[in-house]
């Protein structure tokens, strides 16, 4: 067999088993994005997978608008800003990710019901395009990651990774085995932890981990007070606040996270244990049918001008509407 002189070129590097270049996130809403952005700012190549060239240009101008608020707050400087964006890449074609070392998928759906097949669909695109040694991940919080990854023919490389918002803020990370999940694959997402300033705290496998187990029961017992008429939304905030050291009251939180996202959480909790804890408030429901889903359409539980919350003044039964 001939051989080439470029095969020993100096200039020609293998890349380190084990070692992380680039990761893929596929479905890049508000937690894609803000797990992109820590990624990138951490050296890290970024490929995200979206629906359309529409969303994607959208993705881009809403990460480079939350970039330029950090920067304004003397967060962030221009140039980190130009590197960031620079190692960020959006497609619809799953062949952008084959390279990747690690995959998380962030998809956050409006479907009724668990997003469990549509999770499975997309491990299964993932499988078929990445190299054999990478890993596959999931940052839903309510699904068993066994469940999801039972599809796939190499079920050892995947697990859960349930990021926190702010990701930039949130020095923690759930981690979470599946029945599968072989020694190699925790300890590649360990190196990952570490690049990214995260500690990976690993949780056995249960629906909810521990923190949305814990938020949901919080959220809805606080529906259960307003509906009562025990106290107002801005009070049930006020009063968590003062005597628990919470940053945000459970309104607060819910309109942060969205209504729309913490029905469905409530909703596959309850559907996993059927415990009445988890069961929806009707409020809940009412303000998701209503489209009033928090922040980012600029009401739920409060009213959003930019980044000023305003407490609603209007009746719990016509949803703070006066």
């Given at each position: 067999?001939?051989?080439?002189?470029?095969?020993?070129?100096?200039?020609?590097?293998?890349?380190?088993?084990?070692?992380?270049?680039?990761?893929?996130?596929?479905?890049?809403?508000?937690?894609?994005?803000?797990?992109?952005?820590?990624?990138?700012?951490?050296?890290?190549?970024?490929?995200?997978?979206?629906?359309?060239?529409?969303?994607?240009?959208?993705v881009?101008?809403?990460?480079?608008?939350?970039?330029?608020i950090?920067?304004?707050?003397?967060?962030?400087?221009?140039?980190?800003?130009?590197?960031?964006?620079?190692?960020?890449?959006?497609?619809?074609?799953?062949?952008?990710?084959?390279?990747?070392?690690?995959?998380?998928?962030?998809?956050?759906?409006?479907?009724?019901?668990?997003?469990?097949?549509?999770r499975?669909?997309?491990?299964?695109?993932?499988?078929?395009?990445?190299?054999?040694?990478?890993?596959?991940?999931?940052?839903?919080?309510?699904?068993?990651?066994?469940?999801?990854?039972?599809?796939?023919?190499t079920?050892?490389?995947?697990?859960?990774?349930?990021?926190?918002?702010?990701?930039?803020?949130?020095?923690?990370?759930?981690?979470?085995r599946?029945?599968?999940?072989?020694?190699?694959?925790?300890?590649?997402?360990?190196?990952?932890?570490?690049?990214?300033?995260?500690?990976?705290?690993?949780v056995?496998?249960?629906?909810?981990?521990?923190?949305?187990?814990?938020?949901?029961?919080?959220?809805?017992?606080?529906?259960?007070?307003?509906?009562?008429?025990?106290?107002?939304?801005?009070?049930?905030?006020?009063?968590?606040?003062?005597?628990?050291?919470?940053?945000?009251?459970?309104?607060?939180?819910?309109?942060?996270?969205?209504?729309?996202?913490v029905?469905?959480?409530?909703?596959?909790?309850?559907?996993?244990?059927?415990?009445?804890?988890?069961?929806?408030?009707?409020?809940?429901?009412?303000?998701?049918?209503?489209?009033?889903?928090?922040?980012?359409?600029?009401?739920?539980?409060?009213?959003?001008?930019?980044?000023?919350?305003?407490?609603?003044?209007?009746?719990?039964?016509?949803?703070?509407?006066?």
């Open positions: 067999m001939s051989e080439r002189l470029e095969d020993f070129s100096l200039g020609k590097t293998t890349q380190p088993k084990g070692s992380i270049q680039k990761v893929g996130v596929i479905g890049c809403g508000a937690m894609g994005q803000e797990i992109s952005v820590l990624l990138s700012h951490s050296g890290i190549e970024i490929a995200f997978i979206d629906i359309s060239d529409e969303r994607i240009e959208s881009m101008k809403r990460i480079e608008r939350q970039l330029d950090r920067i304004s707050k003397w967060g962030l400087t221009h140039s980190e800003k130009k590197l960031i964006l620079s190692r960020i890449n959006g497609s619809t074609n799953y062949e952008t990710i084959k390279d990747c070392d690690i995959v998380i998928e962030t998809v956050n759906t409006k479907r009724k019901g668990t997003s469990l097949e549509l499975q669909d997309i491990f299964k695109k993932i499988e078929a395009v990445v190299r054999p040694e990478a890993v596959i991940t999931s940052n839903t919080a309510t699904l068993m990651i066994s469940e999801i990854a039972s599809v796939l023919q079920p050892e490389r995947a697990m859960g990774l349930h990021f926190f918002s702010p990701v930039e803020k949130i020095k923690v990370i759930e981690a979470v599946s029945l599968y999940t072989s020694d190699e694959t925790y300890s590649i997402v360990s190196k990952l932890a570490l690049l990214i300033g995260k500690r990976l705290i690993e056995n496998e249960s629906a909810g981990n521990v923190s949305t187990r814990m938020l949901v029961p919080l959220i809805n017992e606080a529906c259960e007070l307003l509906m009562e008429g025990v106290a107002t939304v801005a009070d049930i905030d006020l009063i968590m606040k003062e005597t628990s050291g919470l940053q945000l009251g459970p309104f607060e939180m819910a309109d942060k996270i969205g209504v729309d996202k029905l469905k959480w409530m909703e596959n909790l309850y559907a996993e244990f059927g415990e009445s804890k988890y069961k929806p408030s009707p409020i809940l429901k009412r303000m998701v049918r209503s489209n009033l889903v928090g922040r980012r359409v600029g009401e739920g539980f409060y009213l959003y001008s930019g980044s000023t919350r305003i407490p609603k003044q209007g009746s719990v039964i016509r949803l703070g509407r006066i």
